[in-house]
């Protein structure tokens, strides 16, 4: 049992460090928090058998860097929003191409039967 529990906070831990680096950070809270419960669990786990914690130190430490860089990326990240006005002026340009070609379209009866 303590070593499944182990083996799921390394792979939450380092799951949450991944994801704490790429642009989806703000998700990488979920992996952490799993991995933190896994490690408190460990621990209770490790405390019945006086067994080494070195393991559950490493789960810690790495989950500790993944909400760091995750905290960090959410307080210091600023979303820089383009020029906008290129945008509309392409769009607007774009519908009246759209209008233009329709006009010139001739459009034959057709009987569907």
């Known amino acids: 049992m ?4 182990i083996i799921l906070g390394f792979i939450s831990a380092i799951f949450a460090v991944v994801i704490a680096v790429t642009p989806l950070s703000k998700i990488a809270y979920i992996p952490a928090l799993a991995a933190l419960l896994f490690g408190i669990i460990s621990i209770f786990l490790s405390k019945e058998h006086q067994d080494s914690k070195k393991s559950v130190q490493l789960i810690f430490l790495l989950t500790i860097i993944a909400l760091v860089v995750t905290t960090y990326k959410a307080v ?4 820089e ?12 340009e774009s519908e009246e191409d759209a209008i ?7 459009i034959d009866d057709i009987d569907i039967e």
């Open 2 to 5: 303590k070593k499944l529990v």
């Open 76 to 79: 210091f990240n600023t979303v």
């Open 81 to 92: 929003v383009g020029n906008t006005e290129e945008l509309i002026e392409k769009e607007n």
């Open 100 to 106: 233009e070609e329709l006009e010139t379209l001739e």
